[in-house]
């Protein structure tokens, strides 16, 4: 099984909808991401947790919002998808290091 | 942040070694360097870590010279399956979050 889950792995959605990306981890780390990535370019980060009671923007965070529902569970939300919200999303978590686990990703389409 | 540059991509043959070089001129001193590798519609995977000298693992080197202000990764005889982008991280910043450049396109042909 993997390390760190992502579900779905495939969304399509129209203009508007809100809709809710989940990600879970059995590595039994306290920090977790979301980052975004469109063709061609690196990823973005959006948002960042470093234990349960603690979330935090990261460089692109408008338009979304998060949930840390436990330590292994971390989960992204579009208010109201827009097209431009269109890309490949990542989940990861790490421990003290830097070494970061990534999940196999969520292609959102918005329509 | 220590902020990272790298070539945009690189090309090599099969059984050739790669070597890509990432500047981090800014590097602060508790800042270690870390890359990751990723493949088309995957998450990146670390490959190596390491803070001065030389780190090798069964899969990359990576080589630091004493003034850190820049690191080799070092792929030895590649082969097809080591198409992918690399990307160099340095340290932290002041969150403690990591962030990604653009990273380097390695293709590998026959």
Redesign the interface.
């Known amino acids: 099984d993997a390390d760190?889950t992502q579900t779905p792995r495939n969304r399509i959605t129209k203009t508007g909808k809100r809709i809710m990306l989940e990600c879970s981890q059995t590595k039994g780390h306290d920090?977790m991401?979301w980052?975004r990535q469109d063709p061609g370019?690196?990823?973005?980060?959006i948002y960042?947790s470093?234990d349960v009671k603690d979330i935090?923007k990261?460089?692109i965070s408008d338009g979304y919002s998060v949930s840390r529902q436990a330590q292994a569970k971390f989960s992204l939300s579009l208010e109201s998808a827009i097209p431009n919200q269109t890309a490949?999303y990542?989940c990861?978590t790490?421990g003290e290091?830097?070494?970061?686990?990534?999940?196999?990703?969520t292609?959102l389409s918005v329509l | 942040l220590a902020k990272t540059t790298q070539p945009i991509s690189m090309d090599s043959y099969e059984g050739q070694e790669v070597n890509i070089t990432c500047s981090h001129n800014n590097i602060a001193t508790n800042d270690?360097i870390?890359w990751?590798q990723q493949f088309p519609?995957?998450?990146?995977?670390?490959i190596i870590?390491g803070y001065k000298t030389k780190v090798t693992n069964e899969v990359a080197s990576l080589f630091i010279p004493a003034d850190r202000k820049s690191s080799t990764l070092s792929l030895p005889r590649v082969s097809l399956s080591d198409t992918a982008v690399y990307?160099c991280?340095v340290?932290?910043d002041s969150?403690?979050?990591?962030?990604?450049?653009?990273?380097t396109q390695v293709v590998v042909t026959p």
Not at chain 1, 41 to 45: A, E, F, M, P, Q
């Open positions: 760190v920090r991401y980052y370019l690196g990823l973005r980060l960042y470093f935090n990261g460089e490949l990542f990861a790490s290091s830097e070494k970061l686990f990534f999940g196999s990703g292609q | 270690y870390t990751y519609s995957q998450g990146p995977r670390f870590q990307y991280l340290g932290t969150w403690g979050k990591l962030q990604f450049g653009a990273g």
